[in-house]
């Protein structure tokens, strides 16, 4: 089945250094989301890329989603104590076939902020 | 953000016993599905549930699991007979059209001992 690797694991940073996970998949995907999960939360949508090459900005956080759409990236800027949680890339499966829009989420990366 | 009520937050039992995890998502989205996490690790999926039927299911979801919709818009999720590795956070989602963001409740943490 369709498996996305997510990197690094954990991430520590000082307050107002920049932070930068990364996901890849073995396969084409049609789209990638996402999710911020803060400690004791629950998964929260953040994005959806779908287009090769794009690149979305939420203020301090910018999405982007590779020219093969094999793989895909989230950088925080100046991070803040309220970014803390764990972020998880998700590929919604391709449309048509068997799938009814099940995501296939990477292992996340946690994100400590030490202020 | 739309409202995905899940009940119980907390839910102990032991091993060997039924439990049945309850959501409640808004009644005009279509397609409505289970995810479990296991402390510490991914987000895993478990089964969608489309046009009030399974729709898919993973490997995870064995013959001791079940889901049904009974009165049109609770959305329950059955585990006839729990193990100590059904220990995990449960989550409810759901989403409106296929290509748009999922929901997820604030989830059922299951602990069987």
């Known amino acids: 089945g369709q498996q996305v690797m997510q990197i690094p694991q954990y991430q520590h940073v000082q307050e107002g250094e920049d932070f930068t996970t990364y996901c890849n998949s073995s396969t084409t995907l049609s789209n990638i989301q996402w999710y911020k999960q803060r400690p004791g939360g629950h998964p929260v949508f953040l994005i959806q890329?779908?287009?090769?090459?794009e690149v979305k900005k939420q203020k301090r956080l910018t999405f982007q989603f590779g020219e093969a759409k094999k793989n895909s990236s989230l950088h925080i800027t100046a991070t803040q104590t309220t970014d803390v949680g764990t972020y998880f890339c998700?590929?919604?499966?391709?449309?048509?076939?068997?799938?009814?829009?099940?995501?296939?989420f990477g292992q996340g990366t946690i994100l400590t902020v030490h202020p | 953000e739309p409202e995905v009520t899940q009940t119980p937050s907390h839910q102990v039992t032991q091993m060997g016993q039924e439990v049945i995890l309850r959501c409640v998502p808004i009644?005009?989205?279509?397609?409505f599905y289970w995810y479990r996490q296991i402390l510490g690790q991914k987000v895993e999926f478990l089964v969608s549930?489309?046009?009030?039927?399974?729709?898919?299911k993973s490997e995870i979801f064995d013959d001791q699991f079940s889901v049904e919709r009974p009165d049109g818009s609770n959305f329950t999720l059955k585990i006839r007979s729990t193990k100590l590795e059904d220990s995990a956070m449960y989550f409810c989602?759901?989403?409106?059209?296929?290509?748009?963001?999922?929901?997820f409740g604030q989830g059922t943490r299951l602990t069987v001992v």
């Open positions: 989602a759901r989403r409106q059209g296929y290509w748009t963001e999922a929901f």
């Open positions: 009644s005009n989205h279509l397609y």
């Open positions: 998700a590929a919604l499966a391709n449309a048509g076939g068997t799938s009814y829009g099940k995501l296939t």
């Open positions: 890329l779908v287009k090769s090459g």
């Open positions: 549930f489309y046009n009030n039927e399974i729709s898919e």
